[in-house]
């Protein structure tokens, strides 16, 4: 798959900074948080950004409005994008912001949430089958019928260099603060946001990691066999990891840039959830807590902690949360009932 940018003048590179500098002031600069408890857990510090506050509810909002913008500013007049949720509310909003059709492709098992903050946005929401390949099909049927470019959530240089914005504000934060990143740690899905991540890291030893459910680890399966692999994705609290493949450009930039895989559960991505509710208040989506269930799962793996005499220093990306409202009382539920079990 070939990308150019919007004027058609040929390949589009992807340049993190610039995006961060034209995102500064249009989308939330979200706050980055520690928690005692989770530095204690992880055996270093863990800086937290937490994208799960962004405008939309996630950090696509970064790669959706500056995609969005540029195709705004080539004269476009609408847009369609596809994605299990998310990635079509950050289209639906930029659509919106300037005044653009939108027609988002979403899996017919989609959160509620997203498809109801998506048809809030203005957006066209169609549904179709539950695998990337159905959705795409669709979208690329809707491109065809209506002359609107699509903004893909995985395979686009913009989408790319606005999520990548996060980890750069992330990193830039910790340089500020006396605290440089050792280690980034970021959920995968489609691969955009960790390719992201891996270009904002670039020139900095920061080791870049990625985060995916078991069963749906298109990823590292990827990285293994040296070209993108398919999956069949299995079931997982984490609706957002779940693209069948990892994108074609993300694979390129991550085949060489990013320093490994973490494979956790959905125990393991339920916990994390807990301590974020519990220790930092903060709610995040089981995509988004994905990435400190990795970072932990690194500590236990002793990939973390002391480097010599310093304490190392890691950054998740919480990337999302956008989460139903009963899964959040599940979720909630389970931390009461082990509680009462550790205090028997």
């Known amino acids: 798959m070939s990308h150019t940018d919007p004027s058609g003048a040929g390949p589009a590179p992807i340049d993190v900074p610039e995006a961060a500098r034209w995102l500064a002031g249009r989308v939330l600069r979200t706050p980055v948080l520690r928690a005692p408890a989770i530095d204690r857990l992880a055996g270093a510090r863990v800086l937290l950004k937490t994208e799960n506050l962004q405008a939309g509810g996630s950090y696509k909002m970064r790669g959706g409005l500056y995609a969005v913008s540029r195709l705004a500013a080539a004269g476009h007049g609408g847009v369609v994008a596809q994605s299990t949720g998310n990635h079509a509310v950050a289209v639906a909003l930029a659509a919106r912001r300037f005044e653009l059709a939108a027609t988002v492709v979403l899996p017919v098992d989609a959160a509620a949430t997203k498809v109801a903050r998506a048809r809030a946005a203005g957006a066209r929401v169609v549904l179709a089958g539950t695998t ?199 979720l909630a539920a389970a931390a009461r009932i082990e509680e009462k079990v550790a205090a028997a």
């Not at 990795?294 to 990306?317: H, Q």
Request: net charge negative; hydrophobic share 45%; aromatic share 2%.
């Open 132 to 330: 990337v390949e159905e959705r795409l099909a669709v979208a690329r049927r809707v491109g065809d019928e209506t002359g609107h470019p699509i903004v893909d959530a995985y395979d686009h240089p913009d989408v790319i260099a606005g999520q990548g914005s996060a980890s750069l504000e992330l990193i830039e934060e910790a340089e500020r603060a006396g605290t440089p990143l050792d280690a980034l740690v970021v959920p995968v899905g489609g691969g955009g946001g960790a390719a992201g991540a891996c270009l904002a890291a670039a020139g900095r030893p920061i080791e870049v990691y990625g985060v995916e459910p078991h069963g749906c680890d298109s990823l590292a399966r990827s990285l293994a066999a040296g070209r993108p692999v398919p999956v069949t994705p299995a079931p997982t609290i984490a609706d957002g990891l779940r693209p069948t493949c990892v994108g074609e450009l993300p694979f390129a930039i991550l085949r060489t840039r990013l320093r490994g895989v973490v494979r956790v559960d959905d125990d393991e991505i339920a916990e994390a959830f807990r301590l974020l509710l519990l220790e930092l208040k903060m709610l995040a989506e089981p995509s988004g807590a994905a990435g400190l269930a990795g970072a932990l799962r690194l500590a236990a793996a002793g990939a973390l902690g002391n480097d010599g005499m310093r304490r190392r220093t890691v950054g998740v990306v919480l990337t999302g949360g956008n989460v139903e409202a009963e899964l959040v009382a599940r």
